[in-house]
């Protein structure tokens, strides 16, 4: 070992004790006839001390020392005069007495601390340099801490871990599949798992009752913002049960992290709400619930009074934002020009201000009459300061629209503290949803999942509203993940194929493999997918994923550090028996 | 939930109880006025009674029940009048007043049984009714308690579990790659990781200090018997470390494992042999410690008595076995039949009994007098009753083809228990590899591992002489994994690549990207991989990985079960811009 110590566990205590530290050179100074070096590795920095007088040599070698070079220091821990109160080692220093160069380092393209110079470019092309900064070291021990805890938990309630296999099957439904040419069957392809969703369920069929895996799964599609081709998934199937059973074992599996890793405890049941609610006073089926701000509708209030933007719209819902009646009109300005960008695509906004001398203003106040607009107030439970949003159109859009209006509010209020965690569940979800284009009917989740019991005599003659056993697990308005009973049936099986237009030949081709296992004893089945990359960040107060994960990837799928994905040999391709088509530039 | 209890819970004490269970029919039979039915679930089985006299209907019913129907069966616990003392259940029974097909099975291909009738291929094809049978499924649950305790372990050490992608750059070096085609990047592929090497050294880089993961690596060969595309390993690195350090945290580890879930106690040290002496004493690098009969060199006392085959040979070696003086001219044959195998390669063995009654007889005893026998038999310290086998040949060669001989007489006197474990570092590796077809040096591990200190000197004079520290971890004669100190100076690396025969300008094709990284401080590290499915199976008793995993490939790389791969829609094809280049039939 080349160490004693790590540098951060030294304290007032080990005063007097001979230590020998390891680590990189965070910085050294050079004041009066002491040489100082912060020597630093992944469990903290320690200060450690050369004095001129005692070994001139010595102290001078220290000061040479550069930026990130890693060394091997022997000393004596001792009192600091000056004691810095912002490190757990602020209390001590090393008087070292022996120094060894254990590598040298090239001076680094950027700062190595929280505040670091380096740009997103540079960082993610020295991502090995950007891990040793802490801020980003700790999302990583972080997301070690959950998995442990994860695993604790599920093993304590008799999961087990399975791993599934990498290499399987392409499927011709849902996003694109990464595809792996077979050098042993030539013309013939693997696919890699954009989940492990057939193999859980086939797991059951094996009586495995309670299975999970964290596991990476894959998807070939354009990135968007905050979007990785690999991603890691909590990934969880029980056998008999009941949607009741697996919110309660996954309710609780998201108590146990927060209280292990955040020291939080929840201690009241999360909160229900179904999809019709979550789309009625949020607008979105992942509702921020960290601040109030519902939806309130204003349709009956504002039709036939002559104006016609309110006439027209088979919806007007309004938000009430608290002390805001104090907004300029650049501000309401801003927020029409908000609501109006192409994200989200409203037409206009309008407004009603409770001043605080009790008036009220309107931005339709000429459609409408003082007492008119105080009825919409009352509805709103608007108090005097406060500003009422409205916008009016068709129904389903413009509540996607007013959920980007109370988030952007919801933010500018400071009422999105990325500290403070609320967690919901969305239950009740439509089993299907209609496509215009297409003119049927797709399964919201996929076509295992069951019908809530008491719809099923409605499959047929009301199949829209038919509402599925699925759930989600929402935190901060994040879908931390969803999953649901499965139809284990093949009756019920068959009928939902059918009204998903799809012919007996079609579902064999496309279900055919998990159908036949079915066949031979498939027990009542349910369970959920969490992301695991999604709850580091949420976890972690991140925005992105992108720094939960140690070695990710651009928007382009491009790993910019190791330069991948890169052409590959023509004796790869030969073995492989396929060959490059590349199109030609248009 | 579907059930108040499992299947293997309920005892004696639990008499009287009203419970509900759910699970599989594994028999039912009608006797008397009765029918019994066994129920299994994954954590046991349990006896149902249903009476004729109570209720005739349910009793014919349940007589009716097929094998593995999934039903859920209410009724009360009883104390049984034939108890089953090979049951944890077998005190009880429950007189059933519910039963509830939950899914009909239709007839299983195979029975599920642990002494099945279904053959290799036809469990493959149905794995998810193989891995219903309780003697496959407890080595998945064993796999599962494995993984766990591992984490336990180097958890409490300070590891820190970090996931490495899975799409990253095709090396050029090693065994083949699978390669992923990059949509987004036409004509570019990403490769699955043959181990995640590189990136656990870039996280010591990194100043992550103690990294590990259980990881799936994959690689494209021929499958020989026992090697899957892809698999799992245990990979862990750590800084600032020595060989010694290395050593002792993953000797605690294979301890901790064999404690916590074999109940097994290791309390010395393992012991730790040269790569030089496993060589001489057992003609292989993962020696069977199982049991003795080491070699005994035997050169010097058979040569010149004008018997060629020992003149000739620069190696005699023998082994004695214990207790077959009485093998028969037969038995005899069978051995040197067994030596003269292609896979083995002797020419011929010859043999020496000493008989019980004090005599002495060999296969060779016309070219030795008794005396010069009864020295060779002094050496290998013979008793009456043993029998010496001797191979002689080309040094190397011969004790590889005694090492076989060595471990079929071990199977032959049943000296290899599958439940008795035997733990062995094998050291001291050569860092180089002679190849007579190049006429170069190369790498035995891999161009990273550090020379022993006390052997730098050397690297250019004696260069096949250089010891690597490098360090096998072998449990019952196989290997259960291995790994190095890695050189972290850019001056001997660079010696290294001289003497690999690779220029500047190869080196930095090669492995710039980690040479780069090393550029900026690089801590001394070093680490281990172990096969994650090669310990599951050691710790099963299994002699292959195959049932220690899911669902395994068989030796063409097919999912059988699943059918994959497969081919793909040539929209897809077009989509990734390759193309299939099929060979034509020849």
């Given at each position: 070992m080349y160490r004693t110590n790590t540098c951060g566990e030294l304290r007032l205590a080990d005063a007097g004790k001979v230590v020998t530290l390891a680590g990189w050179v965070q910085k050294n100074r050079r004041m009066g006839g002491m040489t100082f070096v912060d020597v630093r590795d992944r469990y903290g920095i320690t200060q450690v001390v050369f004095n001129n007088d005692t070994d001139a040599d010595l102290c001078e070698a220290a000061s040479r020392l550069g930026r990130e070079y890693v060394v091997q220091i022997t000393g004596t821990v001792a009192e600091r005069q000056s004691k810095n109160p912002n490190l757990p080692t602020g209390d001590i220093e090393i008087i070292a007495r022996e120094l060894k160069v254990l590598n040298r380092s090239e001076v680094p393209p950027f700062k190595i601390e929280d505040d670091t110079d380096g740009g997103d470019d540079l960082r993610m092309k020295y991502r090995y340099l950007d891990l040793r900064r802490s801020c980003v070291r700790r999302n990583l021990e972080l997301r070690h801490r959950m998995a442990f805890e994860i695993r604790r938990y599920l093993d304590s309630l008799g999961f087990l871990e399975v791993e599934t296999p990498v290499l399987i099957k392409s499927t011709p439904e849902g996003a694109r599949d990464f595809v792996v040419p077979s050098r042993m069957n030539p013309g013939q392809f693997y696919a890699l798992p954009q989940s492990p969703q057939t193999f859980k369920q086939l797991l059951m069929v094996s009586g495995f009752d309670r299975y999970f895996q964290i596991v990476k799964c894959f998807r070939d599609e354009d990135l968007r913002a905050d979007r990785q081709p690999e991603f890691t998934q909590i990934d969880c199937e029980m056998s008999f049960v009941e949607q009741e059973d697996v919110l309660q074992v996954f309710e609780g599996l998201v108590k146990h992290i927060f209280k292990y890793v955040?020291?939080?405890?929840?201690t009241e049941p999360f909160p229900r709400m179904t999809w019709a609610d979550a789309m009625k006073?949020?607008?979105?089926?992942?509702?921020?619930?960290?601040f109030g701000m519902r939806f309130v509708e204003l349709k009956d209030l504002t039709v036939?009074?002559?104006?016609s933007v309110m006439d027209d719209a088979p919806y007007v819902g309004a938000i009430c934002a608290p002390g805001c009646a104090n907004y300029t009109r650049k501000q309401l300005d801003q927020l029409t020009e908000f609501v109006k960008r192409p994200q989200v695509g409203a037409k206009g906004m309008m407004w009603v201000k409770l001043e605080e001398d009790g008036s009220i203003k309107s931005s339709v106040g000429k459609f409408y009459t003082d007492d008119e607009l105080r009825a919409w107030a009352e509805r709103c439970e608007a108090k005097k300061g406060d500003l009422i949003l409205i916008l009016a159109g068709e129904t389903m859009k413009t509540r996607k629209q007013l959920n980007e209006l109370r988030l952007e509010m919801g933010s500018r209020l400071g009422l999105r503290d990325p500290q403070k965690f609320s967690c919901l569940w969305v239950v009740d979800f439509p089993l299907f949803e209609w496509d215009d284009e297409t003119q049927r009917y797709y399964a919201m989740h996929h076509p295992f999942t069951s019908p809530n019991p008491d719809d099923i005599d409605k499959l047929e003659t009301a199949t829209g509203e038919v509402r599925a056993t699925a759930y989600d697990m929402v935190v901060n308005g994040n879908e931390l993940g969803g999953g649901s009973i499965r139809i284990h049936d093949s009756e019920l099986q068959n009928k939902m194929f059918h009204l998903l237009g799809l012919s007996d030949e079609d579902a064999q081709y496309k279900f055919g493999f998990l159908m036949n296992a079915f066949k031979y004893g498939a027990p009542p089945h349910g369970g959920l997918a969490f992301g695991f990359d999604r709850f580091v960040s949420i976890l972690a107060g991140?925005?992105?994923?992108?720094?939960?994960?140690a070695f990710p990837k651009n928007n382009s799928g491009r790993d910019v550090m190791i330069d991948a994905p890169s052409e590959i040999e023509q004796e790869q391709l030969d073995e492989l028996s396929i060959a490059l088509a590349l199109k030609k530039e248009e």
């Open positions: 955040k020291d939080i405890d929840f006073y949020y607008g979105s089926d992942k509702p921020d619930t960290r036939g009074k002559g104006f991140l925005d992105s994923i992108r720094d939960t994960i």
